[in-house]
């Protein structure tokens, strides 16, 4: 049997810690699933039962993410910021094109939410900006072609 290298997740220490509140949340709401379970079992037929087939997606759910989440807290790794003038995760960066500036700060693999500017290393703005300084130019493939930007600040 060959055993694969786990891969470890990237966390900001925020974003570690938030998933660690998440596995307590998710820990904390188990006890009462099981028990709405448990009563919609007693309830008899099974078949035709909408409250028994909730509970049972609702516990379902519960421990899908607590395994993910178990998962992710067991193989993390939590990178510190380093003011260090290169980007990588913890950085914030502002990136001009043409007339437009935009900023985005850099986080965790999972912690990526575009709509608030949170990038992943793993996107592809990501992967162009990763290790460069500021000054430095990137090309990014977006779905309507080739963007350049320039790197104008690394905070």
């Not at 909408?50 to 049972?56: D, L, N, T």
């Not at 162009?128 to 350049?148: L, N």
């Amino acid at each position: 049997m060959i055993k694969r290298p786990i891969h470890r997740m990237r966390f900001t220490k925020s974003g570690y810690e938030n998933l660690k509140k998440e596995y307590a949340e998710l820990l904390s709401q188990r006890p009462a699933a099981v028990e709405d379970l448990r009563k919609a079992r007693e309830m008899g037929d099974l078949k035709e039962n909408g409250y028994y087939k909730a509970s049972r997606q609702k516990l379902n759910a519960i421990d899908g993410r607590l395994v993910r989440v178990t998962y992710n807290l067991k193989t993390a790794k939590i990178v510190e910021d380093e003011t260090t003038g290169i980007i990588g995760i913890g950085s914030t960066v502002i990136l001009v094109n043409g007339d437009k500036e935009t900023m985005y700060q850099f986080v965790g693999d999972l912690e990526a939410d575009p709509s608030e500017k949170k990038l992943s290393l793993l996107s592809p703005i990501g992967k162009a900006v990763e290790g460069k300084k500021e000054g430095d130019i990137i090309g990014v493939q977006t779905p309507s072609g080739q963007a350049s930007y320039v790197i104008k600040k690394v905070v």
